[in-house]
């Protein structure tokens, strides 16, 4: 064994590359994240905006972000009450990153 073998460098640690996240995606993750969200229905299911603000993220973004684990939803509330949307961890990783 040469002395170039023996003095091998160790491997580098992989990371795990930044999930891909979409233009309405960072949208409603800030909107989550400034705006206090909440998820709401009226009694005929539609969904309900509450915020009054100029970006709103539609429905199946948000959902989609808590399905990836980026936010949850506090479901001990009903929805005709509201549903409130916070960020994870995660979520605030993907944000920052």
Same mark, same amino acid.
């Given at each position: ?8 460098? @160790?491997?580098?640690? #992989?990371?795990?590359?930044? *999930? ?6 960072? &949208? @409603? ?9 909440? !998820? #709401?229905?009226?009694?005929? &299911? ?10 709103? *993220? ?10 990836? &684990?980026? $936010?949850?939803?506090?479901?001990? $509330?009903? !929805? ?9 961890? !995660?979520?605030?990783?993907?944000? $920052? &990153?």
């Amino acid at each position: 064994m040469s002395a170039t073998t023996s003095a091998r460098k @160790a491997p580098a640690k #992989r990371t795990k590359p930044a *999930p891909k996240v979409t233009l309405a995606q960072r &949208g @409603a993750l800030l909107s989550i994240r400034d705006k206090s969200m909440k !998820l #709401r229905e009226d009694r005929s &299911g539609r969904w309900i905006d509450t915020l009054h603000v100029i970006h709103v *993220p539609r429905r199946d973004t948000l959902e989609r972000v808590i399905a990836k &684990g980026w $936010a949850q939803l506090d479901t001990e $509330a009903s !929805l005709l009450d509201g549903q409130a949307i916070t960020l994870t961890a !995660l979520g605030r990783t993907v944000l $920052a &990153g």
